[in-house]
Structures are given as structure tokens and as C-alpha cells.
């Protein structure tokens, strides 16, 4: 695998995640649950509440899953 395609799958798997807001435990109030509306991670439905936990997010969780999953990617 060249660093290109490297490069192509890791920016695929960033986009995914996004520092946005979802509900947790749906279907939200809004709907008749009992969800709420919190900030974080849609894709991965972890919470948190400042960029600094996104990039944490990012760095800690899903860059390791990342190259964990196939360890010929590094060469």
C-alpha cells in the first residue's frame, strides 16, 4: 500500500467523525422519549463538550483503531 492510498483511507475514516451534537438514549423529548440532545461525536456517540475532547477524541480513539486494523499499512 503506498502512502497515498494511506493517506485516501485515513482521511475517509476522519470524516466521519464530526463535533457536532445527537441524542442520546433516543427517541429524544421531542419525540415522546426520554433523549436528550448533548454535543460530541454522532458517528461514535461519545459526548463531550470542547474541541479540545474532539481532538482528543480523534487522537486517542480513532487514530489507534486506524492502524490497528491492519498492521500492513505501516511500512
Known sequence: ???RELLLII???LT????????DQPP?????GK?????G???CKKQF???AQFIEHLSFDVLPLLFNRSPEWIS
Open 11 to 13: 482521511q475517509a475514516e
Open 41 to 43: 461525536c454522532p458517528f
Open 1 to 3: 500500500m503506498t502512502r
Open 35 to 39: 433523549g436528550v440532545v448533548v454535543p
Open 49 to 51: 463538550c470542547t474541541m
Open 16 to 23: 466521519k467523525h464530526d463535533f457536532d451534537c445527537f441524542v
Open 28 to 32: 429524544s423529548v421531542a419525540n415522546g
